[in-house]
């Protein structure tokens, strides 16, 4: 599946995905776009479950979210209450729920386009019209973000091995500490950049002002009938949305 | 003469890929230990086991006594120090005085008495003259002796290098070389490296490790 679908077609899905999540609150519209979404990336061989158990931390920022809309949103039945204060109720755990969908469908949406082969993708935004420096540049940016994470855990490591014990820190110095962290990245993405653009100069990058590809993307029946399918389904969750 | 670091039957792996296979190795203090072997042999990994960056599958690794599971980074960091085979993953200070002086900083160290450090630390590595300049600007040489004297701050009783004549010429090796030497009263010295002739001129033992375990030492 992954090198039959056309980039363009998955960019479509992704389009729809995250647009019927940002117009819908409902939770049971938005739950069933990401269930949508995730069958979809099972089915593209997306790896979202390991995507899931990187970025764990999400889950408490739910819980905090629950309880910063328990305490702000102050309708609805209270589940926990301190004093006069609603800790937990209804309204907010569906507000919560509702967020937390949300941000599911955007990363799912993330893990349906990284089935994408880069080259593909970019030849993809060329065929649709984007300028090749821009599609370079989106690459590049793809491409070097997970090294930029890893160059993050890296100096994390490195400070810790240095004495410092983060989470014995009050809160106040970890947020000092962050411009230790991200100094090294920054330091190193700059090197990165710089060497990466004396490098492609060297190869002739914009050497001319037409560009000819090796690789030149063609939709496939099967890619006109997932476009429908996507089109019609969005058109369908759109109605049912509307209409509930 | 009890080892500093023990580590026994020790396996490790790295995205599911067998790195290490049954380690054992004994590592003391006032020793210079070299770690050779082809690229791909597990030289980095083992270092890195050792401080706690990576986890091991299976073993056990002894730091003075201690096991290493039940330390943490910080702990493992106020023991081990350990430079990166790229010196800029742990420089994380504007300047060169900032970055000696900011893990003290955080260690609740008083004003004074981490200049006093500091100053020491700048003297003893010969870092005077770039006191005040740019970490961003600093040549390789530079970088290294700074990572190194960072890491010294801690109070290490060992050091675990990783290449660190890698992109050193011959003069700045050598001075590296010198420091290592002063070094080696106070602590203990792990070396990975492919510089065979540094190493027989400053290693007392050689361990070469090839397809994650040890085939042969040699003692100088």
């Known amino acids: 599946m992954k090198s039959t679908i056309d980039p363009r077609v998955k960019l479509l899905i992704i389009i729809c995905l995250s647009t019927l999540g940002l117009f819908f609150s409902d939770i049971k519209i938005l739950m069933l776009v990401f269930l949508i979404g995730l069958i979809l990336s099972i089915l593209f061989k997306g790896s979202f479950f390991s995507l899931l158990k990187r970025i764990r931390m999400i889950f408490y920022v739910f819980l905090v979210m629950v309880i910063l809309q328990s305490i702000f949103q102050q309708s609805g039945t209270p589940y926990l209450t301190i004093g006069t204060l609603s800790i937990l109720t209804d309204e907010g755990l569906l507000r919560a729920a509702g967020y937390l969908m949300r941000v599911l469908i955007i990363l799912i949406s993330g893990v349906i386009i990284a089935t994408c082969d880069m080259r593909r993708m970019i030849q993809g935004l060329i065929q649709m019209g984007l300028p090749y420096d821009f599609a370079f540049m989106t690459s590049i940016g793809i491409r070097f973000l997970p090294l930029m994470l890893t160059e993050m855990k890296d100096t994390l490591t490195a400070i810790q091995l240095r004495g410092i014990d983060i989470k014995k820190l009050p809160v106040k110095q970890r947020i000092d500490l962050l411009s230790y962290i991200l100094t090294p990245v920054v330091a190193s993405t700059l090197t990165k950049a710089k060497k990466l653009s004396l490098s492609v100069e060297c190869r002739g990058f914009r050497a001319y002002n037409h560009r000819t590809s090796i690789i030149t993307l063609k939709l496939s029946p099967w890619d006109y009938v997932v476009v429908a399918t996507t089109l019609f389904a969005t058109a369908g969750i759109f109605y049912l949305g509307i209409s509930l | ?220």
Do not use: W
């Open chain 2, 1 to 220: 003469m009890k080892p500093y670091i023990t580590i026994s039957n020790m396996s490790c792996s790295i995205q599911n890929a067998l790195i290490l296979k049954n380690i054992d190795l004994s590592l003391y203090l006032h020793e210079f230990v070299a770690l050779a072997g082809p690229n791909g042999s597990g030289k980095t990994t083992l270092g890195k086991a050792i401080t706690g960056i990576i986890p091991i599958d299976s073993g056990d690794i002894l730091i003075d006594e201690v096991p290493l599971s039940t330390l943490t980074l910080p702990q493992v960091g106020n023991r081990i120090g350990y430079l990166f085979q790229n010196p800029d993953k742990q420089i994380f200070a504007p300047t060169v005085y900032e970055e000696l002086s900011f893990a003290l900083k955080y260690k609740g160290i008083p004003l004074e008495e981490r200049d006093k450090k500091v100053t020491q630390v700048i003297d003893a590595f010969e870092l005077s003259a770039l006191r005040h300049s740019s970490t961003f600007f600093l040549s390789q040489g530079e970088k290294q002796r700074l990572a190194i004297a960072g890491l010294f701050l801690n109070e290490p009783s060992y050091l675990i290098l990783d290449e660190p004549t890698t992109g050193l010429d011959p003069k700045r090796t050598s001075q590296l070389g010198l420091l290592l030497k002063q070094l080696l009263p106070k602590v203990g010295i792990m070396m990975i490296s492919h510089d065979m002739a540094f190493i027989r001129d400053h290693a007392h033992r050689l361990i070469e490790i090839e397809d994650g375990g040890i085939v042969n030492e040699v003692h100088y």
